[in-house]
């Protein structure tokens, strides 16, 4: 009988992995460099630290159990509620701000597709404690510091939902409410939009005001802000928002889309919004999501910001063309007498090269063989003649060149 994986999940083989692994290696290297500590929280919650953040709604996406001690349980869907909840628990205490970072699996019962999977990775930040302009410039900047790493020309989408939560706290205080109009936006359904504020009874003029704060777009963020100045007024949240525009040049990011209308379509973000696209991936084509949101408060502690994104690691990957890992490749092949001499060979050339040796006990030609096969760049032979003159006797097999060398220059060759 053979099982197969589930649906939804994948198998990395180590091709794969070295590719993915090196992708990790260079946004770890990027954000530890920006004073952004790990955290790892565990893999299945309480079920209700999601059903709170997210409502009841949530659960058909959940792989949620019942665990042997009658407890409500679930797979973590995505890793923001998690931190927060760690740091009600275990941080409050911190200096502000608590930066940290994320590199985890997450799980979401959902119909597979292109850059979407039931078992996906998400690689994100939380500047927690710091509702200021320079905290939302730092982390857009971060995420797009990071996308670049990784090799990748992103999209800069960057909202503003301050002011969109100014006019919608003129209809209604009714968190539900404010919550469906914001996914009608996020989704782009102006229709439905329509009919539920007609339902609502919001004034036409209000209506009209919405749409034009949501039609808002442009390359020229400060261009943008003038205009929903006419329209809504003199708000600091423009002011804000205008700093944080300028903050962004300072770290070099221009190039972006200013767009009153990117909701994220959660209840919990309240200023600050941004998403980056990347070509390639079809319909799914965000690749980053994050912006400024109140959580803390939902898990029993204070009313502390934070600001942060999740990038959605497998989509990069789908589009990443960066190179594996570029060492060399070598084959030992040693004669039964000079197999102890080539091991110790090995362990002083493995700080410089990959070496592979013969765990097989294949003859001289199958090893050969076997260099071909796994694409080495070198073999390093080792027999009576080497162990008689102390030279080691390195091929390329590209080229089909033949030297001997001493280890010391033999490490120089390959390194």
Known sequence: MTISKP????DFLPEEMSRRRNVEFKLREVIQKWGYGEIVTPTFEELELFTLKSGQGIIGELYNFTDKGDREMTLRPELTAPVMRAYVNEMQSFSKPVKLFYFENCFRYERPQKGRYREFWQFGAEL??????EADAEVIALAMTLIGAAGIIGDLNIGNLSVLRRLLSQITADDAVFGQIMRYIDKKEYENLDAYLDELNVAPDMADKIHKIISLSGKDGFAASKSAREIVGDLPELDAFEKTLALLAAYGVTDYTVNFGVARGLDYYTGIVFEVYAEGLGAQKQICGGGSYKLISLFGGGDVVSTGFGIGFDRIMEICELPVDASK????????????????AAGKLRPYATVLTDVMGRNFKTQMEYANTVNADYVLIIGEKELESGLLSLKDMKSGEQVSLSLEDLVLKVS
């Open 7 to 10: 649906r939804g999940t994948r």
């Open 329 to 344: 490749t070598v084959v030992l092949i040693t004669k039964p007498e000079a197999q102890a001499k080539g091991i110790e």
């Open 128 to 133: 927690i404690g710091s509702n200021k302009p």
